[in-house]
């Protein structure tokens, strides 16, 4: 499966930004698809993730309450509704799935499939 991500900018602090991770070359429908980011100098982070059916989520601590993760299986997407934007919040951000119908990973090591990136910016 390809994911292309996309949807990030520049924003101010307490903005928000809506991310999309569009699937192709398989049926989306039995992967389980996280969101990672990495800010410059840091390793990868878990950002959040979503089961193949959307009912089990699961968010970091530091973006609980203001990131929302949902896809849509009929347009082969899933998407990350960032609110209350952090300067803290700035990094690359990817995302990533794995085949499996069993809890989604939280582990950046536990996804076979990336995509390429989009950068989130938020000024002060």
């Known amino acids: 499966v390809q994911l292309q991500a996309s949807g990030g900018g520049l924003v101010q602090a307490g903005g928000s930004l809506e991310l999309s991770c569009a699937a192709s070359?398989?049926?989306?429908?039995?992967?389980?698809v996280g969101w990672f980011r990495q800010a410059p100098g840091k390793e990868r982070e878990f950002v959040a993730t979503i089961n193949w059916s959307g009912i089990d989520t699961n968010y970091a601590v530091s973006v609980k309450g203001r990131f929302t993760i949902s896809r849509d299986n009929a347009k082969n997407t899933v998407y990350l509704q960032m609110n209350g934007l952090k300067p803290e919040d700035t990094a690359v951000y990817y995302c990533?799935?794995?085949?499996?119908?069993?809890?989604?990973?939280?582990?950046?090591?536990?996804?076979?499939?990336w995509g390429q990136g989009t950068l989130v910016t938020v000024s002060s």
């Open positions: 990533a799935a794995r085949s499996t119908y069993f809890d989604p990973p939280t582990s950046a090591y536990d996804y076979d499939y």
């Open positions: 070359g398989r049926p989306f429908s039995s992967y389980a």
